[in-house]
């Protein structure tokens, strides 16, 4: 049983839109920080967002600010991630990572940070 599990990556023409979802499964989701972590072609590990285990805090990379959001449904165990205004530089690999303590910020890029690492799904922005 893998702990999380993303869904809903594709091809998609710039500006266009997107919804990842993270499904958990095997803990107790609600009392864990879930992040997206992305990973671009050559490029390191970045941290895009944060959303706390009851649905409170909820941060934003400022590469991502006002055009990704956040929604979480802890009686579903997943979290989602709705991707608006996608341009190519957007393109990546999409991990969703789970934690029991709040992470927020550039730093929370790391795998060693996280309980659960997600098996990561493809997002292609391309024309």
């Known amino acids: 049983q893998v702990p999380l599990v993303e869904s809903g990556g594709g091809l998609v023409q710039p500006g266009g839109s997107l919804r990842l979802s993270c499904t958990a499964s095997g803990f107790d989701f609600s009392a864990y920080t879930i992040n997206w972590v992305r990973q671009a072609p050559g490029k390191g590990l970045e941290w895009v967002s944060s959303?706390?285990?009851?649905?409170?805090?909820?941060t934003y990379a400022d590469s991502v600010k006002g055009r990704f959001t956040i929604q979480r449904d802890n009686a579903k165990n997943t979290l989602y991630l709705q991707m608006n205004g996608l341009k190519p530089e957007d393109t990546a690999v999409y991990y969703c990572a789970g934690m029991k303590y709040w992470c927020s910020g550039y730093v929370c890029y790391d795998k060693i940070l996280y309980d659960y690492w997600g098996v990561g799904t493809q997002v292609t922005v391309s024309s």
């Open positions: 959303s706390e285990g009851s649905g409170g805090r909820i």
